[in-house]
């Protein structure tokens, strides 16, 4: 009896440690598809599944075949999409299905896009997909980025093979956006291809400037051009640059808004102001006590990011009876037990 309740005991540990860091972090629990990449799935298909206010998810936007357990899926037209249409490409490298393609634009898409660690990445196509922001440290492969005005915290975007370092931060309450654009020739090589940076400071909040990595101020300019040359023959508007390295910093104000100026108190009525009491009997009738209006509808649904999911609640609400079963009979057992010793 013993050993069946610490194997039981053990049991319930073990799923308690592996789903419930998966709930606090948001993770959606999918078994990973054969032959692809665990860490490059888990973060697309966590980015995928997000809805937006009408309850509608980012694969769905992105395909009507979309299915979160088949990769293949994820594309705008199936198994029949080819370069141009809105996907995310794989491509097989050493027997695994590395993420190769990304593209998302136009596509009116929600949250946040994680993609750091994605050595494989070749094309990233953000622009006006309305993400919250994104990231691609260590996307060492990273050829061509299009994401115009998608505003993020940090961007470091490193091609070993271009000897492309460009590091663009945000100190202080406000974001950073990288930005292309290209002036065509007839002669493509002759095609002027220029990048920029853009800084957006939070509400109530001012821009101070653009740093460089000594500290030295750059620009005070929001939008700061630091690149205008040609590329090359074929290229477009969102390739990178070789041979080249920067680091800004985008400063801005941390002071807070003023607070709207506090009203003085008034003065306290003087004794000569105050109402003489009535002699008049009063009515003996109770009034209606008042209605407390600050309590939460019991039939109200809690709005998206105010907690966990129906799917998390229910998990735990499940593996919180499990528990409750397991010291149940464990409670129990003991008293058998000891029962059986005052025999």
Known sequence: MKERLIFAAALVMAVLTAVLPALAEGTL????PSGFDETEYGRLVT????????GVKNGEKLSEYYDPEDPFTWSEYGDDSEAGDRMVYFERINGVYKTDWVDFWGLELTGFLDLSGFDSLGTL????????GYDIEGCTR????????????KIHWKNVNKQLDISVDSEGCGSVSLYSSCDYADNWEESVTHWSVKAAADEGHEFVGWFDGSGGLVSEDAEYEFFSGAIGI?????VAPSDFSLTLTARFTNDEPDPTDTPEP?????ETDAPEPSLEPTDPTVTDAPVKTDMPDPTETPSEGSGMSKT????????????????AAAAAAAVIILARKKR
């Open 312 to 327: 998390a609640v229910v998990v735990l609400i499940v593996l919180a009876a499990a528990a409750v079963v397991l010291l």
């Open 29 to 32: 629990v999918y078994s990973v």
């Open 47 to 54: 980015f995928l599944e997000q809805t937006d206010d009408n």
């Open 142 to 153: 990273l050829y061509a980025l299009a994401a115009n005005d998608v505003f993020t915290k």
């Open 125 to 132: 196509m953000l622009q006006e997909c309305g993400i919250e």
């Open 266 to 270: 008034s003065e306290p009525p003087s």
């Open 234 to 238: 074929m290229e477009g508007p969102c």
